[in-house]
């Protein structure tokens, strides 16, 4: 009797891989930092769970770590599995925050300053945790969407969830915001501790990285720029 069932030809094929095909059918990125969940359907974010998990295990047997018989790491594998997909690295596999954007009906032109925003992230040199501050300037116009205070910290906690290099993930939220609120000024400081450089390599328990990005009134206006920089608590 002729088998009815239709055989599925993606059948065995590693959920990452699907993934990764669709990215590149799409010509697209899909650096560390880069967010994808547009390329990954219902259901397979569990299946990637799974498959990180089983390679999580080939990494713990490399390391010669008994699993099988250390109650301390029997469930490791799992546990850092859903720690990168469903926490430290989220923002990856996610899509944005929904943001509820209002508009500027009192035409608000004054400096606005939203921080410190805590925020944590990973080396992606070293996928060692990167924890730290954030400032944001905001100089609207009668033009500019209003956004609720909280979206600032969760559009940076969106962007900092993915293995990220802090220059670069500065820009990026930098570039979020900016799309989204079209403000005359926007100026993002951050600073932050790597455990890249604590942890492990010089071990300097002390040292910090600050940078900032300055767009619009806050790149063409020295006082702007000052007063910005006047009004945020002393670092450190």
């Known amino acids: ?33 880069d967010n994808i969940a547009d390329f990954i359907q219902p259901g397979e974010l569990e299946l990637l769970l799974d498959e990180v998990e089983e390679k999580m295990k080939g990494v713990l047997s490399s390391l010669v770590i008994d699993t099988d018989h250390d109650h301390n790491t029997d469930k490791t594998a799992r546990r850092v599995a859903k720690m990168y997909l469903k926490e430290v690295f989220q923002g990856r596999y996610v899509l944005a925050p929904p943001i509820t954007e209002f508009p500027n009906a009192e035409h608000l032109n004054e400096l606005m ?27 609207p116009n009668e033009h500019t969407n209003v956004i609720g205070l909280s979206k600032y910290a969760r559009l940076a906690e969106w962007v900092m969830g993915r ?13 979020l915001i900016q ?12 600073e932050a501790s ?23 009134s806050f790149l063409k206006d020295a006082n702007l720029r000052r007063e910005f920089l006047s009004l945020i608590p002393q670092k450190g």
């Open 1 to 33: 009797m002729q088998n009815m069932n239709p055989v599925d030809p993606d059948e065995g094929t590693p959920v990452s891989l699907k993934i990764r095909q669709r990215i590149q059918a799409a010509r697209k990125r899909f650096h560390a930092n």
């Open 113 to 139: 300053i939203v921080g410190p925003i805590t925020v944590r992230s990973a080396c992606s040199h070293h996928l060692c945790p990167i924890m730290g501050k954030i400032w944001i300037g905001v100089l």
């Open 163 to 175: 293995p990220q290099i802090q220059e670069e993930a500065v820009v990026q939220l930098a570039d």
């Open 179 to 190: 799309q989204k609120t079209q403000p005359d000024g926007l100026a993002i400081v951050m």
């Open 194 to 216: 790597h455990f890249c450089m604590s942890w492990r390599g010089v071990k300097d328990v002390d040292s910090k990285m600050i940078n900032s990005v300055m767009r619009g």
